[in-house]
């Protein structure tokens, strides 16, 4: 622990106080580590290994082992969006959009009977939290453009009713954006943001290629953005937000170390940053840790705290008033005196230990 921790810590603003959106959050990565282990547990199937894995590709096997867990019942799936609401609100957010695809359960039902059970749901569990509810439609790149462009047609169905914005996820170099351009269209003639990810396993050129072949307004990671000061500066002067998340960049060797992550770079260059958990139950990290690293590792005060929270706020498909009071929020944050006390996290819900309780 670095000298003068508890100094600093004992006049720090709560940043669990701090209202925020949680953009970058797949559900199925939302799961807490109990729940996991009590549904395999009760499918009489073995409990995934969440953290075993050392690449990226390893990684994609460990999301498919915990959906083979939930995706056969509907009890299953309740269960992650009400914890996953839940630990949202603990967390400080007013506004959690993940990303999900509904015609991934088809066990369940058909995709308009799952994304009907996730809104109702999700909103259900946020009126309980005080928490807004929407949804990111994720196209798996490995399915292909024309299973993209079904799901653009889908998520346009359904916007204004849960859906807010079309994500693209999985390989980034084998699946370029290319093949996805009409889908993405589709979905911005509709009025639907676009919110791909990139520049998280392949390098600048993704990134550019989501803001001017998908129209992206806001990526899923984008880090590698800070490699090219072109691209960098194009991102600031078109408002291009980034959905950041440190740990998984981390884990996933996207950085070789925390302190040289460019998100206060990318920053002081002038661009939008949010920040996201990705996938807890694999990193270990919620979002209320993210902000704790932001703040304890990467070294940002709390005026840049509050510019990712606001970045966060203003780039989802939150409401107007949920935007509103948010914002308000924010500034009170700022103009309230630090108080004496350390934070609390909640990272303790996806240790592999099984507990659930949050601290």
């Not at 959009?97 to 059970?117: C, F, N, R």
């Not at 740990?247 to 460019?262: D, I, K, M, Q, Y």
Request: aromatic content about 6%; hydrophobic content about 45%.
């Amino acid at each position: 622990m670095p000298a003068g921790y508890w100094t600093l810590m004992a006049m720090a603003r709560s940043l669990k106080a701090l209202p925020k959106a949680e953009l970058h959050l797949h559900l199925l990565g939302a799961m807490r580590y109990g729940t996991l282990a009590r549904l395999a547990d009760a499918a009489g199937v073995p409990v995934p290994d969440v953290r075993g894995f050392k690449s990226f590709k390893e990684f994609l096997k460990v999301f498919d082992a915990v959906h083979a867990v939930v995706c056969k019942r509907a009890d299953n799936l309740r269960i992650l969006i009400r914890e996953a609401v839940a630990d949202a609100a603990s967390d400080g957010v007013v506004w959690l959009q993940p990303h999900l695809d509904p015609h991934a359960y088809p066990e369940i039902g058909t995709p308009d009977e799952v994304m009907e059970l996730i809104v109702a749901e999700g909103t259900s569990a946020g009126v309980s939290h005080n928490v807004g509810f929407g949804v990111t439609l994720s196209v798996m790149r490995q399915l292909g453009p024309e299973s993209a462009e079904d799901r653009a047609r889908f998520a346009v169905r359904w916007s204004g009713n849960g859906v807010q914005a079309l994500g693209l996820s999985g390989d980034e170099d084998a699946y370029p954006p290319d093949l996805f351009v009409r889908a993405f269209a589709i979905a911005r003639e509709a009025g639907l943001q676009s919110a791909p990810h990139a520049g998280e396993r392949a390098g600048p050129n993704s990134v550019r290629d989501a803001v001017e072949r998908l129209g992206a307004t806001r990526i899923a990671h984008g880090v590698r953005a800070a490699e090219d000061a072109e691209l960098t500066a194009a991102l600031a002067q078109r408002a291009v937000s980034l959905d950041i998340s440190l740990t998984s960049n981390l884990r996933l060797g996207v950085v070789r170390s925390l302190a040289e992550h460019p998100l206060r770079a990318l920053l002081e260059a002038g661009v939008e940053c949010s920040l996201g958990a990705d996938d807890p139950l694999m990193f270990g990290a919620t979002l209320l840790d993210e902000y704790q690293t932001a703040r304890h590792v990467i070294g940002l005060e709390d005026q840049q705290l509050a510019m990712i929270a606001r970045t966060s706020i203003a780039a989802g498909g939150a409401p107007g008033p949920v935007k509103a009071a948010a914002l308000g929020g924010i500034d009170a944050w700022l103009a309230e005196a630090p108080v004496p006390a350390p934070d609390q996290n909640a990272s303790v819900r996806y240790t592999a230990t099984g507990s659930t309780t949050a601290t």
